[in-house]
């Protein structure tokens, strides 16, 4: 006969990097996703401690549903308002370039109503429905952003609650953030509008209501 069965003879053999041993086969290493965790363009989750630099980054772990199935991840770099990665030196962007209510929101009239709205690409959609892309920057600019093919067109900009978990936990979000080599988060316009004329902000104080026609950093984030 000129084959056999070796396989019982083999011992000793490993998995390559990023990869772990499942029974006889090797499956990609991955945890479970929390809050801090680094999110993966193949679906995956690794601490930022386990970080793999071989694979592609999407972002960030913000939220994780109350299911405990899915959430949302958040860009680990701000952009500008053409939607490409910047510094957050030059990526401010405006919110709106006026006053303008976007009438299948809410207005949220106080941080405590706000921080319970988590519908990041809801309100995305809604303002791109009614705003365009000259008037209203930051929802715009969201929608131009992209990692893989797969995920152009459906970065958001993060509802109130969002941001208020990233408050919540900085230090984790910071580290997976610096880990990656992205840039330290500083502030993040959010799809939540307070009245016509303001709309929440998040920076180092929290949550605060501010001006749609000033400036700000834009961290799109994804659902997953």
């Known amino acids: 006969t000129y084959f056999s069965d070796c396989s019982a003879k083999i ?6 990097s990023g990869y772990t041993k499942s029974g006889n086969s090797c499956v990609i290493e991955t945890e479970p996703c929390n809050v801090g965790s680094i999110y993966y363009a193949d679906g995956t989750c690794l601490s930022a401690e386990n970080h ?17 199935v899915g959430g949302q991840i958040i860009a680990p770099w701000p952009i500008d308002k ?10 401010r962007v405006y919110w709106s370039l006026g006053y ?10 106080d941080s405590i109503s ?23 920057e930051a929802a715009w600019a969201v929608r131009k952003y992209y990692v893989t093919d797969e995920t152009y067109g459906k970065w958001c ?13 900085q230090d984790a979000i910071q ?23 303001w709309v929440w902000y998040s920076d180092s104080y929290g949550l605060q209501s501010i001006y749609k026609n000033t400036s700000g950093d834009v961290y799109p984030v994804l659902e997953f």
């Open 100 to 109: 303008i209510d976007i009438l299948d929101i809410p207005n949220y009239t």
């Open 82 to 91: 053409y939607g490409n990665k910047s510094s957050s030196e030059a990526s």
């Open 52 to 68: 793999n630099a071989d694979r592609t980054v999407l972002g960030i772990v913000v939220y994780m549903n109350p299911n405990g």
């Open 157 to 169: 900009l993060p509802a109130a609650g969002i941001l208020e978990n990233i408050y919540n936990n």
């Open 11 to 16: 011992s000793g053999w490993s998995c390559k």
């Open 114 to 136: 706000a921080s319970q709205d988590y519908d990041s690409c809801g309100n995305t959609d809604k303002i791109v429905a009614q705003c365009d892309a000259r008037y209203c």
């Open 175 to 197: 580290t997976a953030i610096a880990k990656v080599g992205g840039v330290e988060y500083s502030g993040n316009w959010s799809s939540s509008e307070s009245n016509y004329s």
